[in-house]
């Protein structure tokens, strides 16, 4: 499929609801593969033509896959830079360009120490202009780009407030190169960079939204569930200065390249019956039965034959009508998914239940990506299966380290540090050494330094500590409980992991030895450069390869997330004492900051979520849905 050079709108009938051309691949590696081909044809023919290329490029996750295939083609297939000239979007203020998170750093690492560019070909906003000279600077960006001829290609990402560049929310379309304050949303999302949301900068320099505009073509790249629904906003929805990535709806020849998880709220893939025809199999009929019951706020059993008509599922009621049979259908359904016995219920017939009740007990094998991750996804759950004398194991894949302040890292070494000047004498020479250790490189480092393996570890251990408290709350004690510490996770940061074969195989050896009946997981439609995708495929690609041990034929894999109604497969519900206890567990979380733990309302609001639809009326759910290797 040609990405470059085509037409900015066409329609089918699919696509009624989209403003601007979107584009859907099955993986953010396929599209990027596409993207780095058309833009090398591109490159390779302007060459030909004795002419440059002018480039304005993005930074964060998002292109990385697109910077490793340029970087591939430069290696592999001969694809030289020399003609190329590059504009980046934007730059923190206050950050020099080796500040590790600044920009350029960013750009150097990803992209350009690895291919031909000429330096003096790239450009960069500067983050450290005196601000007296802030204007000045940004009308040379300005002029620069008008200079070299404008740009012929702007790829972007898009953040989660919908800006493009750091155009947040209020940004005109006519705004060019300036300084901006930065949106708490936005900082919250670079909290994990930088190790905490107070060390980020608050101001940055962006290329404005008519700057972009002027491009000859744009190209916005999106993966991962977390843009489903600023995609949908920015494609489907009015044109405003709210979400400046809706701007591209007025530009001639703007396209969205998106992965299936952030095309997953777009019209055409959430509700397909309003765009054409389709197959009523039972997860359609569902779906589309449930976001009736949830528009017109009645319960399943209410719907009548009017309601399908009028809101365009009539043609469901031809195929499998009257509504009250669909209806009892999809109310039989939810209400199944509902058990108390997550891990199935010994002696009772289970054809209409989530998970069979044999054998009884299983061996549970519940896949924690980082510490908190099993505790906020399934705190409530996890207990239920202990107290049901299930064998849970709880393996922790990843020491979450980064995540600990170096706050938390200070007190312990002090507190070791003070026992050992207290108790003093022989035997604690040792642990004084260590504690001055961590002090004094704790101190080297300053806000952004890089940690040390000897502080990554005592941070690890911080977690642990905590892990092994919340874990307690929940009934998982001693061996049950285990620090998997996967290797790509130590070696690495956030948002720029990668996974290895080693940690494939350290996964495997873990499901080899466990034989689990039961595989409790997260991330499969997370971006695919979070660590929580990566902790995923660390394991699915094993069972989907088919490289899992015969154990796996009497396995089944449930998904923790946050679920929509009509994707849960199994719902446990959760008394208010036993929510309450979930949330005890999860407070000991201490040196992870309160924002990165969802709140309860989670729970509740997919309990009311079901209440609304006619079932009873819960406290809290915890909603899992069955994965079934493709
Ligand atoms: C920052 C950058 C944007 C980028 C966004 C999303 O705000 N200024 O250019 O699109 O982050 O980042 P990511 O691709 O990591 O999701």
Not at 53 to 80: M, N
Not at 192 to 210: K, N, Q, S, Y
Not at 556 to 578: C, G, N
Not at 596 to 616: I, Q, V, W
Request: charged residues 25%; glycine residues 8%.
């Amino acid at each position: 499929m040609k990405i470059m050079d085509s037409p900015g709108k066409r329609q089918t009938q699919q696509e009624r609801f989209e403003k601007t051309r979107t584009l859907i691949y099955p993986d953010s590696a396929e599209a990027s593969r596409g993207l780095a081909a058309e833009v090398s044809v591109l490159i390779r023919r302007r060459q030909a033509e004795g002419r440059g290329v002018v480039l304005g490029l993005a930074t964060g996750s998002t292109p990385v896959p697109f910077y490793r295939e340029l970087i591939r083609l430069h290696r592999e297939e001969g694809l030289s830079f020399a003609n190329v000239t590059t504009f980046n979007l934007d730059e923190y203020y206050g950050l020099d360009r080796h500040h590790r998170e600044s920009y350029s750093q960013f750009m150097r690492d990803q992209l350009f120490d690895h291919i031909d560019i000429p330096a003096e070909n790239i450009n960069i906003p500067d983050g450290t202009v005196p601000l007296d000279r802030v204007y000045e600077s940004c009308m040379a960006y300005e002029s620069k780009i008008e200079a070299s001829g404008g740009l012929d290609l702007q790829i972007l990402g898009i953040g989660r407030t919908g800006h493009i560049g750091f155009n947040e929310p209020g940004s005109a379309s006519d705004s060019l190169t300036r300084m901006i304050t930065l949106d708490r949303v936005t900082r919250q999302d670079a909290a994990a960079d930088f190790l905490g949301v107070h060390h980020v900068p608050r101001f940055a320099i962006t290329m404005g939204v008519g700057t972009i505009l002027k491009a000859r073509r744009i190209v916005l790249m999106a993966w991962g569930e977390n843009k489903a629904g600023i995609v949908r906003e920015a494609v489907e929805g009015a044109v405003t200065d709210q979400i400046s990535a809706s701007f591209l709806q007025e530009h001639p020849n703007a396209t969205f390249l998106i992965d299936q998880a952030a095309a997953s709220r777009l019209t055409r893939r959430s509700l397909p019956w309003l765009v054409g025809s389709v197959e009523w199999d039972d997860a359609m009929t569902r779906r589309a039965v449930i976001w009736m019951a949830k528009k017109l706020g009645k319960p399943v059993l209410k719907l009548v034959d009017e309601d399908y008509n009028e809101n365009g599922v009539g043609e469901l009621l031809t195929a499998a009508g009257p509504a009250y049979q669909v209806n009892i259908r999809v109310f039989n359904r939810l209400q199944h998914t509902i058990t108390g016995w997550p891990g199935g219920k010994p002696g009772a017939e289970d054809t209409h239940r989530p998970e069979r009740a044999l054998p009884h007990s299983k061996r549970v094998l519940i896949l924690s990506p980082e510490p908190h991750d099993a505790f906020v996804g399934m705190g409530g759950t996890i207990e239920r299966l202990i107290e049901q004398g299930h064998q849970v194991r709880l393996a922790i894949q990843t020491s979450g380290n980064l995540r600990v302040s170096d706050v938390a890292a200070h007190k312990f070494a002090s507190v070791v540090r003070e026992m050992a000047e207290i108790i003093g004498g022989q035997g604690w020479e040792g642990q004084s050494a260590y504690a001055g250790e961590i002090l004094s490189q704790l101190a080297a480092k300053g806000e952004f330094g890089l940690e040390s393996e000897t502080v990554r570890r005592l941070k690890g251990l911080i977690l642990r500590g905590e892990a092994r408290d919340a874990a307690h709350v929940s009934g998982v004690a001693g061996e049950a409980l285990q620090f998997v510490d996967l290797p790509f996770y130590e070696a690495g940061r956030y948002r720029r992991f990668s996974l290895t074969d080693q940690d494939r195989e350290t996964m495997r050896a873990i499901l080899d030895e466990y034989r689990p009946h039961q595989i409790y997981l997260t991330g499969d439609v997370a971006d695919p450069s979070s660590l929580q995708f990566l902790c995923f495929r660390s394991v699915a690609e094993t069972i989907a390869a088919g490289q899992a041990g015969d154990w796996f034929q009497d396995c089944r894999v449930w998904i923790y997330r946050p679920l929509e109604a009509h994707e849960i497969d199994m719902a446990v519900p959760m008394s208010p004492d036993q929510l309450a206890k979930k949330y005890d567990g999860i407070r000991k979380f201490q040196s992870i900051q309160a924002d990165e733990l969802e709140s309860p309302e989670r729970n509740r609001e997919t309990a009311r979520e079901y209440d609304g639809l006619g079932m009873a009326e819960y406290e809290g759910i915890e909603a899992f849905q069955r994965w079934l290797p493709a």
